[in-house]
């Protein structure tokens, strides 16, 4: 069942922050998130698994709340190169695929 | 070490002609997916392999075949084309599944006219 992203679009002014929440109604084990740009590939940002801690990349960041099948992506100070769709990929202990979401598009202007 | 490459870039098709897209990998992993994107529908999983003579329906299987003969090789088959299916493709392979990262080729851009 494929997570709900939201919002669907977002745009930033330089060094502002941002907020990328994922929800899923099954139970999941790992939560994926990728960037992708305008006429390229998703490109892979984290993993965050079951029991494992924050993790963070550069000024992004994200967090996984277990209990409420939510992950939520951190833009923190966000710079021109943090434009772009980004997706939640999410997948369940026994799952031999992940589920997409819709996708969230950052915008940041100078 | 290329990564996961995609052939063709491009194609464009017409109404009922049939075509084969092509993915390779070459970092020996297991799994491997091919999705289609369309405009603020996200990734959409048509078909997966789980290993080498294995293949899989994913979301949206219905008007395409996959073959995985090789291990590194990954065939996505359109047997007669039709205007929907014009879209953004994206293979991607993995060592594991959920705990592992998905890597994606550049893509396919295919028209059916």
């Known amino acids: 069942q494929q997570p709900v992203q939201s919002p669907q679009a977002v745009i930033l002014r330089e060094g502002e922050d941002a907020v990328i929440n994922c929800s899923s109604s099954?139970?999941?084990?790992?939560v994926h998130w990728y960037r992708q740009k305008h006429g390229e590939a998703p490109v892979f940002l984290m993993i965050?698994?079951?029991?494992?801690e924050q993790k963070g990349h550069e000024k992004i960041s994200a967090s996984f709340n277990e209990k409420k099948q939510q992950s939520s992506l951190y833009l923190t100070a966000s710079q021109l190169s943090y434009s772009g769709t980004y997706f939640c990929?999410?997948?369940?202990?026994?799952?031999?695929?992940?589920?997409f979401g819709a996708g969230t598009t950052v915008t940041v202007r100078a | 070490n290329a990564g996961v490459t995609q052939t063709p870039k491009f194609r464009v098709l017409k109404t009922g002609q049939s075509m084969t897209l092509l993915c390779a990998q070459d970092?020996?992993?297991?799994?491997m997916y091919w999705y289609r994107q369309d405009p603020g529908m996200g990734l959409r999983l048509i078909h997966y392999?789980?290993?080498?003579?294995?293949?899989a329906k994913g979301e949206v299987p219905d008007g395409y075949n996959v073959s995985r003969l090789k291990k590194q090789n990954f065939l996505l088959g359109l047997e007669s084309a039709a205007p929907s299916q014009t879209s953004v493709y994206f293979c991607?392979?993995?060592?594991?599944?959920?705990?592992?990262?998905?890597?994606f080729g550049p893509g396919t851009r295919l028209t059916v006219l």
């Open positions: 991607a392979s993995s060592y594991r599944v959920v705990t592992d990262t998905q890597y």
């Open positions: 970092m020996n992993h297991e799994y």
């Open positions: 099954k139970a999941l084990y790992s």
């Open positions: 965050l698994l079951k029991g494992g």
């Open positions: 392999s789980v290993g080498e003579g294995t293949t």
């Open positions: 990929g999410t997948g369940g202990s026994n799952d031999y695929k992940l589920s």
